[in-house]
């Protein structure tokens, strides 16, 4: 599976951006599909996942309300629309996926990643 993702740039805050993760590949292998960041100094973090098959969500608290995740299986494409952005929302952001059934909020379970996307905040 390979992953593409896409949207990141400058917003300021309360601003919003729309991140897309587009896979090619054997996608049909893939369970959930996520987005998780990493700022600098700071470890990976997860941020929200779906569910291919049935569309469920899982969101990390800081996001919730916030963020959407979305995925359009027809263009093997996910979306992570994000509004109401903070300062402390900046970091690149990654896109995964992965077969996993369960604890599908930890890095660790993703076994493809794409190659990030930068979203800067400003205050």
């Known amino acids: 599976v390979q992953l593409q993702a896409s949207g990141g740039g400058l917003v300021q805050a309360g601003g919003s951006l729309r991140l897309s993760c587009a896979a090619s590949?054997?996608?049909?292998?893939?369970?959930?599909m996520g987005w998780f960041r990493q700022a600098p100094g700071k470890e990976r973090e997860f941020v929200a996942t779906?569910?291919?098959?049935?569309?469920?969500?899982s969101y990390a608290d800081s996001v919730k309300g916030r963020f959407t995740i979305s995925r359009d299986n027809a263009k093997k494409t996910v979306y992570l629309q994000m509004n109401n952005l903070k300062p402390e929302d900046t970091a690149v952001y990654y896109c995964?996926?992965?077969?996993?059934?369960?604890?599908?909020?930890?890095?660790?379970?993703?076994?493809?990643w794409g190659q990030g996307t930068l979203v800067t905040v400003s205050s």
């Open positions: 779906v569910r291919l098959i049935d569309g469920y969500t």
């Open positions: 995964a996926a992965t077969q996993a059934n369960y604890y599908y909020r930890d890095y660790a379970q993703y076994n493809y």
């Open positions: 590949g054997r996608t049909f292998s893939s369970n959930f």
